[in-house]
T-cell receptor
């Protein structure tokens, strides 16, 4: 079972470059999320999509955009990368209708901005 | 405001000894609490959750957590630690801001190190 798949696993960018992080889930989940993980700060929500066709800002949305392409896929775009966006990015999904179901996570994309 | 706090950055325990990883929460209304574990270079994995009912919740890999409403705590416990339990542990609370969603607010994480 693949679960949540993120691509790429690693990426190095130069300041000002753009990039799209891809995420796909095969669990027929309604809700999807993008987080960033930084040392000592836990996970912070960037954007989420409660259901196909909707997206909303999370705690730290500045510098990012998202697209819920279909029910399976939720991409995160950095239009002009900055060193402060160096982080590990995680995509997650959850059932949606049952608000107390856990989130399922991908293995992350490790992004360095030089 | 909704939040969770994990007061210990790291917990060290000897293999075979009981372990506790602490979490306190601040919510308006009923708390919906979760524990996740992260192994190196992997995503978070769900361990257990408290929604309602018994204060002692049992989860994966022999872990359990005790919900204490008066102390606003949700500590993770295991009777006998294994070296393979060494990982980063996150406490989380469901974020009810913005209506009915499944968003979570995570603590900063506690690194559990189990020595052989």
């Amino acid at each position: 079972n693949a679960g949540v798949t993120q691509t790429p696993k690693f990426q190095v960018l130069k300041t000002g470059q753009s990039m799209t992080l891809q995420c796909a889930q095969d669990m027929n989940h309604n809700s999807m999320y993008w987080y960033r993980q930084d040392p000592g700060m836990g996970l912070r929500l960037i954007y989420y999509s409660a259901s196909e066709g909707t997206t909303d800002k999370g705690e730290v949305p500045n510098g990012y955009n998202v697209s819920r392409l279909n029910k399976r896929e939720f991409s995160l775009r950095l239009e002009s990368a900055a060193p402060s966006q160096t982080s590990v990015y995680f995509c997650a999904s959850s059932e949606g209708q049952d608000l107390n179901q856990p989130q399922h996570f991908g293995d992350g994309t490790r992004l360095s901005i030089l | 405001a909704q939040s969770v706090a994990q007061p210990e950055d790291q917990v060290n325990v000897a293999e075979g000894n009981p372990l506790t990883v602490k979490c306190t929460y601040s919510v308006s209304g009923n708390p919906y609490l979760f524990w996740y574990v992260q192994y190196p270079n992997r995503g978070l994995q769900f361990l257990l959750k408290y929604i309602t009912g018994d204060n002692l919740v049992k989860g994966s890999y022999g872990f359990e957590a005790e919900f204490n409403k008066s102390q606003t705590s949700f500590h993770l416990k295991k009777p006998s630690a294994l070296v393979s339990d060494s990982a980063l542990y996150f406490c989380a609370v469901r974020d009810i801001r913005g209506g009915a969603t499944n968003k979570l607010i995570f603590g900063t994480g506690t690194l559990l190190a189990v020595q052989p």
